[in-house]
Structures are given as structure tokens and as C-alpha cells.
């Protein structure tokens, strides 16, 4: 599970995590998944308990991601926001968040996979994937490389974390 867990943090992290960060997170979500009461005990400042709709070690995955990995938003306008902010000043974008406020959520969704898959070509661009279960937040998503999502989703099956590529598990939802 840690090799699966270190390759799932480094393709969803693309490039903005340390090797020494991803083996840390790695380390404390296999201990977490394998005994969780000593994990927990070893771990007394950790907010977590039984309620929570995800095991301890994908909690602690999802917990120590980076806000510039791990998006968390209630509306497009904000998630797109995060990922502008994430990518700095020197990344420019076709679109604002602004333009993103009146418009239905598959529209909007749908704009910003356009504009996340023409960036990073070489790579496939970017593809907003939904990463684990909801907690606090209506959005919960991950950047991947085009070409990495198949071997994501792969890796998201191995560990037990649920992914889905974003749009078209809204075009689902909106269609069913």
C-alpha cells in the first residue's frame, strides 16, 4: 500500500510536493489504515473520529494535502479562484473567476476543465478530478495531468480513496 499511496500523492501533487513530504504523508497513512487506535494514541492533536465517512489513513492523505494540491470549495467562482492562486502570477488564464458567478455548475465546470486541459500540453494538460468523499466543502478536487489519470484512478481504486474526473461525473449526476 505505502508504494501505491507514494505514487498516488506524486501524480496528484504534480510537482508542487518534496519527495520527503509525500514518503511522510505515505508513512503516516499506512500506520493510520493499519492500526488506527494506535495511531490515533500516538497522535493526541488528531480531529477525528468514528463519524467520519472515510477511514483514518485516507483522512490522514486528504488532511496533510497542500491547499496548492487539494482544492475545497462551496462554488466554482471559489474552487477556481484556489487554482488560479495556486498556479501564481506568472500563469495567466483565459477566464476569471468572476465570469464563473452566473452561470449553472455544468457550464461552469465545463469552462474550467477547458481551460485547466489546454495548460501543460506535453503533460495532457490538467483534469479536475473529485478526490475522496466531501467533508465540509460542496467541491473537493485534485489537478492531474491528463496523461496520469488513468494510472490515478487505478492507484485511487488500489487504496480504497474514491476519484472520478470531475465533468463527467457532474454530467452524470445532472443527466440522471
Not at 13 to 34: K, N, P, R
Not at 66 to 83: G, K
Request: with cysteine; proline share 5%; glycine share 6%.
Amino acid at each position: 500500500m505505502k508504494t501505491a499511496l507514494i505514487e498516488l500523492i506524486s501524480k496528484i501533487s504534480s510537482g508542487c510536493m518534496g519527495d520527503a513530504e509525500i514518503q511522510q504523508i505515505a508513512d503516516e497513512a499506512v500506520l493510520a489504515y493499519a492500526d488506527p487506535q494506535v495511531f490515533l494514541a500516538a497522535n493526541p492533536d488528531i480531529n477525528y473520529d468514528d463519524s467520519f465517512p472515510i477511514p483514518l489513513g485516507e483522512w490522514v492523505v486528504v488532511g496533510s494535502l497542500p491547499e496548492t494540491v487539494l482544492f475545497q470549495a462551496d462554488t466554482y467562482v471559489d474552487l477556481f479562484a484556489q487554482i488560479v492562486a495556486s498556479f501564481g502570477k506568472e500563469v495567466s488564464f483565459n477566464i476569471k473567476p468572476k465570469q464563473l458567478a452566473k452561470i449553472e455548475a455544468l457550464t461552469a465546470l465545463n469552462r474550467i476543465q477547458i481551460q485547466m486541459g489546454s495548460m501543460n500540453p506535453e503533460n495532457g494538460g490538467y483534469v479536475l478530478m473529485n478526490f475522496s468523499q466531501l467533508l465540509d466543502d460542496e467541491l473537493q478536487v485534485v489537478l492531474v495531468y491528463g496523461n496520469d489519470v488513468p494510472r490515478v484512478l487505478e492507484l485511487c481504486s488500489e487504496v480504497g480513496i474514491a476519484a472520478a474526473p470531475a465533468l463527467e461525473a457532474l454530467k452524470v449526476a445532472v443527466h440522471v
